[in-house]
Nanobody, 122 residues
Framework: QVQLVESGGGLVQAGGSLRLSCAAS????????MGWFRQAPGKEREFVAA????????YYADSVKGRFTISRDNAKNTVYLQMSSLKPEDTAVYYC???????????????WGQGTQVTVSS
């Protein structure tokens, strides 16, 4: 398994930006597709964005498309989530996850991070 640690969360005003980072250690980072998920209070965890192992393909939840960008740096064993035009409804704990393929990441994950809180004030 790969160990994941998120960082970069915080409090931001609506319309602002944040960049989340997820640092990986352990197994070979480039062997995993990576994704971001979030969980708001009282709600189920939901998919946000994913990126393929070789940084070729990405896809996004409709709710964040055009506002969030996922990227990865395999040399630094890190995946990022650049969030712009933030809305109060983006408030949640954000988690990164690793999976063997981008094709299954929304339903099957090998590892999870501990999460980082993002709060967007109106």
């Amino acid at each position: 398994q790969v160990q994941l640690v998120e960082s970069g969360g915080g409090l931001v005003q609506a319309g602002g930006s944040l960049r989340l980072s997820c640092a990986a250690s352990g197994r070979t980072f480039s062997a995993y597709a990576m994704g971001w998920f979030r969980q708001a209070p009282g709600k189920e965890r939901e998919f946000v964005a994913a990126i393929s192992k070789a940084n070729i393909g990405t896809y996004y939840a409709d709710s964040v498309k055009g506002r969030f960008t996922i990227s990865r740096d395999n040399a630094k064993n890190t995946v990022y989530l650049q969030m712009s035009s933030l809305k109060p409804e983006d408030t949640a704990v954000y988690y990164c996850a690793a999976a063997p393929s981008i094709l299954v990441i929304t339903s099957s994950q090998d590892s999870w991070g501990q999460g980082t809180q993002v709060t967007v004030s109106s």
